[in-house]
Structures are given as C-alpha cells and as structure tokens.
C-alpha cells in the first residue's frame, strides 16, 4: 500500500528544539448531516456516568481504529489513505452500529527523530480522524504499544512489537530479545528480558524516556485541538495514554500493586496536565491499569486496578481490556461460552469503577477469527456483549432486573479493512511478508475486511455486532437487556427468552430479536436515543412502552413521544427517540423486530404485563 504521508501536500512549522506546533483550525466545518437539536455536544463524566451537553447518559459503543497501526506499511497510520478513512466510518456506523471509536497513534512515527515532531504525521492522523468525526462518530485517541517497540526486535524474529520509536530503543543498553519457548506473543511481556527491561526504563524515566514522551503526547494534543474546529474538537471524548501498561520488572520489595501507586498513577497525573496544558481540560484521560489486574488464569492475576488512586473523578475514566485467556488457550476452557460467562469479569470493572467514582470503558474485548479456538469467537463474543449490557446472565435478568447494573462502553478489538491483504516486511524483513489475518504477530481479530468487489463485509455476525443499545438515556438507565439471537454455525443462541409468566409479551417478541431498557427520567428535554440496528427497519419496528406503543415508528418530532430519526452522520443508520414529559418517574420501553402486524389487542395486554412487571420490580 501507499505511503500516504508521501503523497501529503504539508507546510507546517516546526520549532527547533522544542515539540510545539502552529497553525489554526478550520474557520468553520459543517455538523455531521441529519444531525438534531440535541446532538453534537462535548461529554463529560458525572456520577459515574459520561454524560452529554443535556445531560444523558451515554453509552459509547464500537470498535478500535485500528491495528494497521501497528504496522509499517501505512507508516503507523490507522489508513493508507483519507478515503479509506471514511469508507472505514461510513461501514463502521451502518454495518457494525458504532458510536465511538479507539483510534490508535503512533509514538514511533509522531517523534521519529528525538525532539522532533512530526507534523506531516500528525496532520495525516487529524485528516483521518476527521472522517470519523464527521459521521457523528466519538473518538478517543491511544498512544498505543505492544511489547514497547518493533525496534527491540530482530529481522529474524518470531514476533515484533509497537510503540516506542528507535531512538528510544537505543537509548538503553538492551540484550539480544528472545522469548525462549513462547506460544503466545504476549509471554514477551514477563519473560523476554529486552522488552522487560525497556519497560522498567520507562516507567523509571531512565535517559528521560518517560519526559519526552509526555512532551510529544502534549504537542499531538495541542495539534488536534488547534486542527480540529470546536464542533470537531466536541467529538473527541477524551485520550488513553498508554496501552496496557506493565511494570516490565518490579524492584526489590514492590508489588504490582505498590508499582501502580508509586510509577504508574504518577506517570497519569503528569499526562492530565499536559492534557490541560494543551487545552483538553474538559476532556477526561482514560486511564488503563496494571494489564494483569483482571486477567481470568490465576497464575496471570495480579494485584491492581489502581486501588490507591482514591477518587478519579471526573478527570479520569477507568478503562480496562477484557481478553478470555482460559479460551484463547485452547487448554484451559473446553467447550464453549455460555449464558453469563462473564458476567462477574465485568461486575468486576463496574465495582472498580464506581469505587473510583467515575464512569468505564473496555476499550479492548475480543477473540481469534481463525485458528484452533476460533470455533469459540460466536459463544465468546456473545457473552462479551451480554456482559457489557448487563451484570445479569439472561437465565435471571427478568427476575431480578434492578441489579442489571450500569451499561457498559466498549470498544472491540478491532475494525481492520484491510485484514488479510496487508504487505507487512515484519522487522522490515523482505523474506518475512506477513499478509494473512491482521498481519501482526498472528492475529486475527478483525471484525471485518474487503469483499472481492472491494466493500467493507462483516465476518462476523451481523446480529451480534450491529446491535440494539441506550446510546444516550435521558435520566437514569436502571436495567438493559438485549436477545441479539445471533448464531454459533446454523444455531441460533438464545440465552435470554421472554419468561412465559409474561405470555403476551412473549407472543409479540416471537423468534425475534428485543431489548428492553428501564429507566427514571431526568429534567433535561433531550429524548432517550437507542440505536436501531438494519435488522430492525423502521416499517418491522414495534415498541411498548409507556410513553407509547407502535408497529413503525414515525418520524422525530419534539411532540413526538416515540419516533425515529437517522442517526448523525448520513450512513443510514437510524436511532429510536423516546421523549418523556416528566422527571423522576419510571419509564420502560421494548423493542423488538418480532412482530408482524401485530394487533391492538396485544399490543395493549403487553403494555399491561411489561407495567405490571416493572412496577414490582422498581
């Protein structure tokens, strides 16, 4: 693929010696095509929650933009080029639902010369990220790493890694990388002493690694805020400064617990002030904990979750990843994923997060597409989602509903159009050409590649990715459901049935799919937005709630108490708009694709069972 950066036509000033940048934004830049009166607004976190300009409570759901960046061929870009930025958005709204995306940045290739930024980069990462703002899609940008650096590896080596530039590399006195007898590319990371060692420098600021760093981290701030219009600038949510953290090697005495207390809370304190020095005071860090502190196979687990932090506030986000290692192992996870799999994982990262005060995000989940374990990914994934929805397996989510919990944000690993046909020299080996899968150590996780006409396909399924969703609750969401019914092969799952003690309801639901969202209303006018996937057009749409039932949804007005909009953006992806006249009161709404004509009667005797549901459960 092309270097896009050598096709760039950039004049831009840098200031020797010093990682500042010039230039101003655009005069002005149009909002995101059928955009409404209460979209658009930058969000900040409240009560544990991210909340918007009208106070709602949003949900960020989508996918990481992308592992290309992690490979040379586009030179660290997410993209070879401005168009298959906005191709990768367009499909990313319309076919995999998304709201938000986690859009990888490069240290290596933002300060590939010590002291020096460079602008032909950072103005390639703002074009690119513009594509997706512009279809009303959130953003938080990561300066992202694996294994600190490709630089620490050989040409002739089994794996490679990310992030840190050459430079870096050679400023330490690194041994020769060797990871021994590693199946998995992350065993580098506890057990080749190069990439050990690198870490530990870092985290230490030995030869001022951890200082320009921050500096560099500043100057591509500062850059994007200066490029980036206001209405733009509204769409970024905030910024992950470091992937997956890890100590690298512990000295005498400290634990992984004690490390996070000592180095790595420090190390986020000085990047919220380069955040507020570069004019991203109203924006939060999303910062990531030890990587080990949620992991599922005991002898992995360690102590962490910045447990001694005290309270983040609003300045920060918990965000965390989520992998199954047990599964991903192929040993230690027989079978597949089953109806609640994860569900104390991920009350796990609720409680941390509410005892940090502040809101979360899992802005990594996933599992392999092909190999020996790919068989799991359908089970696997299902369970991800179901655990992000709600802290409930579905076997008890309609018998105890108020402890369904906060819905979770989330990012999957990845959204990679070009998976399975990179040109990647790994370690820059011309006899090492990695095109297959994700072309990055083995991985295949992409949700998504090129069809032989070149389109944007899903090789997932449709059901599971493009999926129902309180994007933004106008008050407080109190429980959320949502029967996906996607497939394992020809097996449709179903892990969360309409009970029978709710007949009509059931009747209406059919072998559909439905969501059902319980909330109280807050003071603000903005409406309750969920998102529509393209399996519930508008016409096969049915809702019951009490602020109405309808088969079709008409279209948004203010006086419209439930109706249908497209979502921001032009992509044809549609949203449910729920206006409540009120404030403190209980609200429900289901939403299924289910029913065909249904009549007035059961429509009515479902309304009667989902009030009289809903009224002994809240």
């Not at 990439?195 to 560099?216: C, I, K, R, S």
């Not at 996070?260 to 004019?279: Q, T």
């Not at 991203?280 to 904990?289: L, R, S, T």
């Not at 949700?447 to 090789?459: E, F, H, K, M, P």
Request: aromatic share 10%; glycine share 10%.
């Amino acid at each position: 693929m092309p270097n896009i950066r050598a096709r760039l036509l950039v004049v831009l000033v840098i200031l020797s010696g010093f990682l500042t940048v010039a230039g101003a934004p655009p005069a002005t830049a149009a909002t995101p095509s059928d955009s409404l009166w209460f979209d658009g607004s930058s969000l900040t976190v409240q009560n544990g929650r991210f909340t918007d300009g009208q106070g709602r409570e949003i949900v960020l759901r989508g996918y990481n933009v992308s592992g290309e960046t992690k490979l040379e061929e586009n030179s660290g870009l997410p993209f070879a080029s401005v168009a298959d930025a906005r191709t990768s958005a367009t499909a990313l709204r319309a076919l995999g639902g998304g709201d938000a995306v986690r859009f990888l940045l490069s240290w290596a290739h933002a300060e590939p010369v010590r002291g020096q930024v460079d602008t032909a980069y950072l103005a390639a990462v703002t074009e690119q990220m513009r594509a997706f703002l512009d279809e009303g899609i959130r953003v938080f940008p990561d300066f992202h790493q694996d294994l600190y650096s490709r630089h620490l590896f050989n040409t002739g080596s089994w794996y490679t890694g990310d992030g840190a530039p050459k430079w870096a590399v050679d400023a330490g006195s690194y041994p020769a990388e060797s990871c021994g007898i590693c199946l998995f590319w992350g065993q580098n990371i506890t057990q080749n002493a190069a990439v050990q060692q690198a870490q530990y420098d870092f985290w230490h600021n030995n030869h001022g690694l951890q200082d320009a760093f921050l500096t560099t981290a500043q100057a591509t701030m500062a850059y994007l805020q200066q490029h980036l219009s206001s209405a733009e600038f509204a769409g970024i949510t905030g910024f992950d400064p470091y992937n997956e953290p890890y100590a690298g090697s512990y000295d005498s005495g400290q634990t992984s617990r004690t490390w996070e207390h000592d180095l790595l809370w420090p190390f986020y304190v000085k990047f919220r002030a380069r955040m507020d020095a570069a004019g991203w005071q109203g924006k939060p860090a999303f910062v990531e904990p030890n990587l080990f502190w949620n992991a599922n196979i005991s002898t992995q687990k360690q102590e962490g979750g910045l447990l001694d932090a005290g309270t983040l506030g609003p300045g920060y986000v918990f965000n965390t990843h989520f992998y199954d290692q047990k599964a991903i192992s192929g040993i230690l996870m027989w079978g597949k994923a089953a109806d609640g799999q994860y569900a104390s994982d991920f009350a796990g990262v609720r409680d941390r997060a509410a005892s940090a005060g502040t809101a979360a995000v899992v802005s990594e989940f996933g599992h392999p597409l092909s190999g020996t374990v790919s068989d799991k990914a359908p089970t696997v994934l299902k369970a991800m989602y179901q655990a992000l929805d709600s802290r409930l397996p579905g076997a008890s989510w309609w018998s105890n509903p108020a402890a369904s919990g906060p819905v979770l944000s989330g990012t999957q690993w990845q959204w990679d159009m070009y998976n399975g046909r990179h040109h990647e020299l790994m370690n820059g080996n011309p006899d090492k050409v990695r095109t297959a899968g994700d072309a990055w150590n083995d991985e295949d996780l992409s949700a998504v590649n090129l069809d032989g006409s070149g389109q944007v396909t899903l090789r997932q399924d449709a059901r599971l990715l493009d999926r129902l969703y309180p994007s933004a609750t106008a008050g407080t969401t109190l429980a959320f459901t949502y029967e996906d019914r996607s497939r394992d092969g020809s097996t449709t799952l179903t892990w969360n049935p309409v009970p029978s003690s709710l007949p009509n309801v059931a009747r209406l639901v059919g072998s559909g799919q439905y969501g059902l969202l319980v909330w109280r209303s807050g003071d603000g006018t903005a409406p309750t937005e969920l998102h529509l996937p393209a399996s519930f057009p508008t016409a096969s749409t049915t809702v019951v709630s009490d602020l109405g039932t309808v088969c079709g949804p008409p279209a948004y007005t203010t006086s419209t108490p439930v109706a249908v909009a497209p979502e921001p953006g032009g992509t044809g992806s549609r949203r449910l708009l729920l206006t409540d006249p009120d404030s403190g009161t209980l609200h429900y709404a289901l939403v299924t694709n289910g029913a065909t004509a249904p009549s007035a009667d059961l429509l009515s005797a479902a309304r009667s069972e989902l009030a009289a549901w809903a009224a002994a459960h809240f």
